[in-house]
């Protein structure tokens, strides 16, 4: 679902990072002068270097362009440095290049490694969630445990969305369509696992969630997810109605198309089939 979305949400904070992290390790002031006669507001403390070779570490490792030199630097800073607030960036940086480059392994195991030093950390939360859920599958034998991991991440995404700060680089309404985006993504990733789980009333529930989050941005498989729960549900009514939906926000012919076509055509059968007589 959506991978260039969240890959987008990924780079917002990765640049939130990265700035935070630019200030040399001594004189980091981050107040500006107070006007005469007014008290300074105190400085909101972000990650920051302790040492200059701390700093030099850190930039030289978040310069690498590789994910696998990325996870080797920063598995070597986090040794190097090891009581370091800038650990988590590295392993976030190394995530998001894997999830470009496909490797959804890999970008499992740095979101993993992101939560080790950053446990409320939204977007690691939910870069696992999201591959946790779609990449597990009726045949795995720990199927429920990686659903409840999935489950357990989206949810903790969701109570820690809003720990969130606004990049310099964005716009206000930027910020909050991303952190919306983000919302919905969790409900996404908690729909997809009821769903997995044949809990469709409850899908149902997450799903429109997200589509409430998302608006305009509400991916094609939300809604084609919506039509089957819907129609497993016996409301063929929305079923169809989400059905047409998803054909609507996907390219025709695309696999989604042709799945909610399918789902669609089923759905007018049954609304035309001849009713049985009453006994």
């Known amino acids: 679902m959506k991978t260039a979305k969240w890959l987008s949400a990924v780079a917002l904070v990765l640049t939130a990072s990265m700035a935070l992290a630019q200030a040399p390790a001594k004189g980091n002031s981050q107040n500006a002068a107070a006007p005469a006669g007014q008290a300074a507001a105190p400085a909101k403390k972000g990650p920051a270097p302790k040492t200059q070779a701390e700093y030099d570490a850190f930039k030289a490792a978040a310069a690498l362009s590789d994910p696998e030199k990325v996870e080797a630097a920063a ?7 090891p009581d370091s607030d800038l650990r988590p960036f590295l392993f976030q940086q190394a995530m998001g ?3 470009q480059a496909n490797n959804q392994d890999k970008a499992l195991e740095m979101a993993r490694s992101v939560l080790k030093y950053d446990p409320n950390n ?29 489950y357990n991440d989206a949810h903790n995404a969701l109570l820690h969305a809003g720990d969130l700060e606004q990049p310099q680089n964005m716009t206000p309404e930027q910020f909050a369509s991303a952190l919306e985006q983000l919302r919905g993504t969790a409900h996404e990733v908690m729909g997809t696992v009821y769903f997995k789980r044949l809990d469709y009333l409850t ?7 997200a589509a409430t989050e998302e608006k305009e941005h509400t991916d094609a498989v939300v809604y084609l997810r919506l039509a089957v729960s819907y129609d497993k549900s016996g409301n063929y009514e929305s079923a169809l109605k989400s ?32 009713k049985p007589a009453s006994k």
């Open 122 to 150: 939204a977007v690691a939360l939910l870069t696992a969630a999201q591959l946790l859920a779609e990449h597990t599958h009726d045949n795995d034998l720990d199927k429920e445990d990686r659903l409840t991991e999935a």
């Open 243 to 274: 059905a047409e939906k998803a054909m609507t926000l996907t390219q025709p012919g695309s696999q989604i198309y042709l799945l909610a076509e399918q789902e669609k055509t089923r759905l007018e059968k049954l609304a035309t089939a001849p």
């Open 75 to 81: 598995n070597d800073f986090a040794q190097k440095f």
């Open 203 to 209: 899908a149902i529930k997450e799903y429109s969630a």
């Open 97 to 99: 290049m894997y999830q």
